[in-house]
């Protein structure tokens, strides 16, 4: 499993113990609702475990593809999400993404976080994929030396801003 440490974070794998800080992430509209085809924040504590449990299948043996807890160094708080996937329904395209509480935002977690994956993989290309309207993940985009690539419909069943990192 993954653990890379940054100079302000920790990336470690979801733990069933993170139940309440990622109820309180994804039960956020202001989180959830640039989340997937169809935008949901969850509705109820119970989600989270399914959520969690969702979290750390996504990951791969050799820890270079998965989805991982963003927890503050100082405090031991998770700030939130940092992913590394396969694009589903995709050619092999790898996504980076990032799902932040709002008490983090603003920090520069998501950008630091994203490198730190991004470098651990070293993957020879990446995409980043943002709903049209989200300009500050769009910012974090630009911030990890992504090119914009103009928007599709290709992924997800919605029309997204992708962002694509060449090595």
Do not use: K
């Amino acid at each position: 499993m993954l653990l890379l440490t940054t100079d302000r974070l920790v990336l470690r794998p979801w733990e069933p113990a993170d139940r309440d800080r990622a109820y309180d992430i994804y039960s956020r509209w202001e989180v959830a609702r640039w989340l997937g085809s169809t935008p949901r924040a969850l509705a109820d504590p119970a989600e989270a475990d399914d959520l969690i449990a969702r979290f750390r299948g996504r990951s791969s043996p050799d820890g270079r593809r998965g989805v991982w807890a963003a927890e503050l160094r100082d405090t031991g708080v998770i700030a939130g999400t940092v992913i590394l996937i396969p694009i589903p329904d995709g050619d092999g395209e790898v996504e980076v993404g990032w799902h932040f509480h709002p008490d983090s935002w603003g920090r520069g977690y998501a950008t630091e976080a994203a490198r730190a994956v991004l470098d651990h993989a070293a993957l020879p290309e990446v995409h980043a994929l943002t709903r049209p309207d989200n300009t500050p993940s769009q910012a974090v985009c630009r911030r990890l030396g992504m090119t914009p690539l103009g928007r599709t419909d290709r992924w997800y069943g919605t029309e997204l801003e992708v962002f694509r990192l060449t090595r």
